[in-house]
């Protein structure tokens, strides 16, 4: 995933974008398919995320290369061969894009919202109301959990809307989380 701009330090609450005549030249300076606003700061997510990836991808890697090479030593057909090689092919260029996409995720936290930005070819920003939320998630696999790891998963009324922040430290997504659950509430208390 392209990111535009350096990810900042770690903090909340970014500042609100420029006036609306500004906002006017900041789109057409980004491009109008540039997904990413240039007046947040965005939050990195650990790049412990990618070790944790790489785990998995191993994992099915290997039970692939393993199917394949025992069709291959039973029937002796050149084609398991080349299964084996497209696996092993597709195995590495899926970690490249595990390192790539995993340091293309980034979160804002802005006044009225929660911005969630991914993707590689495809960029996705999920901008979800704190009016919106129904409830908060973290949760943690056992992966995750070895290294230290948690997602934190906003549930809003429309589930297109949902989003998910993962690669966390447990204690940055307790906080988001009770953050986001606070807002959520005030912001409902006023509709």
Known sequence: MLASGPASAPGPVAARGPTAAGDASATSARGPLEPWPDTVRWQPI??????????R???VVAIGLAVTAVGWALSGHWLFGLALAIVLVLGGWRATAIVRAVRAWGYAERDDDLL???GLLVRRLSIVPYSRMQ?????AGPLERAFDLATVQLHTAAAASDARVPGLRPAEASRLRDRLTALGEDRAEGL
């Not at 409830?135 to 949760?139: G, N, R």
């Open 46 to 55: 650990s790049t412990d995320l990618i070790w944790v990836e790489l785990i």
């Open 57 to 59: 991808l191993a994992i």
């Open 135 to 139: 409830f908060v998630d973290v949760s």
């Open 116 to 118: 969630v930005r991914h």
